[in-house]
């Protein structure tokens, strides 16, 4: 999905723009008090792996949830995707289906039905973190050390889907970047049990690429 993200979003100081914005968000904070109070919990029969996000944005979500398939698959498991069925997001849909079963329905829970009755053994929920209908197993949060949570505000206000204190729903956190002490404090000031793990992107054809020549285009 393509968005043009507002800079203000990750200023340290809060902006005039943020404070214009802030009922909006104090209303979508509402919302999502009242899903995770109200929403129907549907415990499955078999493990929910759910690879979400805070900050709304890429955060590595999809690369790790490619990354935990092939695991699964070395350890002779059945492992699939599943997706929230949303038009605006079939690159990152066509992606997941390259790579192993993916289902994808308007209902979560339709989609992991489906997949069950595949005889799939493992359901790798990407995105859906803030999805309070399905009890999930192990919930792994990704972060981008760079942008980290922005300005610290709830949409629109910021750039966070819901305050950091969700984190106390989290299992794991990923860090795309350097080791950070100061995030790692503000983690562990929400859920002290949770664990953190680094990641970095490596090319792996990079190889394919050497001595080649670069065409560039130029708009007009």
Known sequence: M???????WDKKQI????????PIT??????????????????CSIPIICVGNIYL????KTPLSIELFSILKSL????????????SFQDEINLLKRIGPTYEDSKRIDAINDAIQSKADVAILDDGFQDFSINKSLTIICF??????GNGLVIPSGPLREELSALKRANCVTINGEKNTDIENRI?????????FYTKYKAQNIDEFK?????AFAGI
């Not at 902006?15 to 802030?22: E, V, W």
């Open 26 to 43: 104090l209303f979508i904070k509402l919302l999502n008090f009242l899903k995770s109070v109200f929403a129907k919990n549907y415990h």
């Open 144 to 149: 981008n050390e760079k942008q980290w949570i």
């Open 15 to 22: 902006s005039f723009f943020s404070i214009l914005l802030f």
């Open 211 to 215: 001595n080649k020549k670069i065409t």
């Open 188 to 196: 562990f000031s929400k859920n002290k049990e949770i664990k953190i």
């Open 57 to 60: 944005g890429g955060t590595g």
């Open 2 to 8: 393509k968005f043009l993200k507002p800079k203000f």
């Open 76 to 87: 002779k498991k059945n492992p699939v995707f599943i997706r929230k069925k949303y038009e």
